[in-house]
């Protein structure tokens, strides 16, 4: 069992605040705990400066576009739903500029809420598709 202790005593802290600080502890191990496990995150076998630097950034940006997307979901799924569900979202050409979305749940759609994004729709035009990325430039 790891146990960890916040100098408080030289900073006026409020008990409240104390208490607060020692409660956000979890976060940080269940961040290490997403980017080890979900993430998959591990050391690769690369010794370039500036392949380590890509690496590690890469793994970084995953885990803050997880985090952003489950406080903009509100808290209510794990890292390991959202990363499920963002791995079965694909679609397919049916014909010429009309593409079928074959996958959607719960998570998608509190997704695709948070996101201003309407998932439920099973087809889509090209056209449709260009709209909702230039949307998500903006």
Partial sequence: MKSYAIVTSELGMADGDIIDTYRGLWEIEETFKVTKGTLEARPVYVSRKDRIRAHFLTCFISLVIIR????KTGRKYSPEKIIECLNNISCSNEQDSL???DYRSKVSDAIGDAL???FTKKRLRRGEIKNILAESKK
């Fill in 99 to 101: 593409y079928l979305f």
């Fill in 68 to 71: 952003l997307l489950q406080k």
């Fill in 116 to 118: 201003g994004i309407d």
